[in-house]
């Protein structure tokens, strides 16, 4: 299995390792769910090791763990777009950095970019964050 959809389904929780024997997987599209509470456990994402593209969108996310993403090294985009997430920190991101180029983040609660926030995702191409509450940009 390369592809799955899991759209549109009134899916609030995944439990630890729920993916984890699908080691060929490209694609996890998980948007519009109910309540998603899956970014809370660290082994989620455990075995993903070919994912490219991940799809959050429209699932009411409030917080990224620190440690959500560590098992997708491969990953190269993701969206988060159209949730509820209000901070954002580079770390959520620290193992996939080498590869991530697209980060949407769009229509959420955002309110402050810090400096350096993205500095570590040396080859983003594309950067979504219209429609946040972004109040701060920090320069050098």
């Known amino acids: 299995l390369e592809t799955l959809y899991l759209t549109n389904n009134p ?5 630890s390792d729920s993916f984890s024997r699908l080691s060929n997987l490209v694609e996890l599209r998980v ?19 070919k994912l490219t593209r991940l799809h959050l969108s429209f699932s009411r996310i409030e917080q990224v763990s620190n440690m959500s993403f560590v098992n997708l090294v491969n990953l190269k985009e993701i969206h988060l777009n ?8 580079i770390l959520n991101l620290d193992r996939i950095n080498l590869f991530l180029n697209v980060l949407n983040l769009n229509i959420n609660f955002l309110k402050a970019l810090r400096n350096r926030m993205f500095n570590m995702l040396i080859n983003l191409e594309i950067l979504s ?11 050098d």
């Open 11 to 15: 899916i609030i929780y995944f439990g």
């Open 82 to 89: 159209d949730n509820r997430i209000s901070s954002f920190h």
């Open 31 to 49: 948007d519009k769910n109910k309540e998603l509470k899956i970014l809370n456990d660290d082994d989620l994402f455990k075995g993903l090791i």
């Open 129 to 139: 964050i219209n429609y946040n509450l972004i109040e701060l940009i920090e320069i």
